[in-house]
């Protein structure tokens, strides 16, 4: 408990001193939003500064390597260095990877000075060598290839699995994305996510007589406390008015964090339940997009379907709050199915396993 406490400590702290004098620095440098035409009410946020994920990213990375450091050992002061998993360094290797094809994303918008950055076939080919490299790394470390849901269903992926990190790395980034549109929505409602993610694999940690990767779910949980205190850091400017954005380089990191997380906990197809909000945010789209081409007619007023509210003359605050709450329900329905099924499995009945 003291090293997740440490590491979100250290996040968020980190987070939220340093993103003043980073917001300043954009500014000099003109690095701003650049808004869609087509999102009428959001003009004025124009030039914001944007690419706040770089922060976030490297409060993470500090927040994880303070948190190996021990001063203090059998009752004294003694400087040691605990061991980094290959769990915490996958998950690690995720989250920078896909913020680096954000990072680039984001360049080119502010070079280009327009809203689109990287080409689809470039951002997809960004994505193909971090889900490769992360499902090769995970592979040789011993990983479970097997889906899973609240844990492993016998159902061995193979040679299927690069495929199936690939579209749950880049579904994810992408669907976090999409929810990146109003001020504070996207990191608020991550905060949640991540959470989650900590009690996941905090729980894992204290009972590895039922959960296979439990040997590593302690790293999970301190990565995702890093996460967890690295976004409350950044929700501070972000919320509205903001006066950061997080850009590519933060949503592309954020989604890729969850996605890998989820592989490494066994939770998998849980993350459908955690991340309900980012889901239906694609669906959105999805839809609005098959819709518009099968017949011609649109089912939101804007997709992702946030906008459609904004544009019904919801206030955005009023927005994202209530998107809060759905992203809170959604992890809260998650917990439960995660800890119903701890329940009926049978281990409470074992000597020494408390509820």
């Known amino acids: 408990m003291i090293r997740l406490g440490m590491a979100a400590g250290v996040a968020f702290l980190a987070s939220i001193l340093v993103m003043p004098w980073v917001i300043r620095k954009l500014r000099q440098h003109n690095i701003g939003q650049f808004i869609q035409e087509e999102v009428e009410g959001h003009f004025h946020k124009q030039g914001t500064p944007t690419m706040g994920g770089v922060v976030m990213i490297g409060a993470v990375l500090a927040a994880y390597l303070i948190s190996h450091i021990r001063v203090w050992d059998l009752d004294r002061v003694h400087l040691s260095v605990e061991p980094f998993s290959i769990g915490g360094m996958l998950a690690i290797l995720a989250f920078v990877g896909m913020g680096v094809i954000g990072l680039a994303d984001d360049y080119l918008k502010v070079s280009r000075k327009r809203s689109l950055g ?57 669907a976090v994305n999409f929810a990146d549109g109003m001020d504070g929505l996207a990191a608020g409602s991550a905060a949640l996510v991540f959470g989650a993610f900590v009690l996941i694999g905090y729980w894992k940690f204290r009972h590895p007589e039922f959960y296979p990767t439990a040997d590593s779910s302690l790293e999970m949980a301190v990565v995702s406390a890093s996460m967890l205190g690295a976004t409350l850091g950044f929700l501070w400017w972000n919320a509205a008015p903001a006066r950061v954005f997080m850009g590519d380089v933060g949503s592309q990191a954020l989604g890729g964090l969850m996605a890998a997380l989820a592989i490494l906990t066994n939770t998998e197809l849980l993350l459908l339940f955690l991340g309900g909000l980012y889901v239906a945010e694609m669906v959105s789209v999805i839809l609005q997009v098959a819709s518009f081409h099968l017949f011609g007619r649109r089912i939101f007023r804007m997709a992702p379907f946030h906008y459609h509210f904004d544009l019904k003359g919801w206030p955005e605050t009023t927005v994202v709050v209530r998107f809060w709450i759905i992203a809170g329900l959604c992890a809260g329905i998650a917990l439960a199915i995660f800890y119903g099924d701890f329940v009926n499995s049978g281990l409470l009945d074992l000597p020494g396993v408390g509820r």
């Open 118 to 174: 990287l080409s689809k076939a470039g951002k997809f080919g960004g994505q193909l060598m971090v889900a490769a490299a992360f499902a090769w790394a995970a592979t040789q470390a011993g990983v479970s290839t097997q889906l899973s849901f609240t844990r492993p269903l016998n159902i061995d992926l193979g040679v299927f699995f690069v495929v199936f990190v690939l579209l749950w790395l880049s579904g994810m980034a992408n």
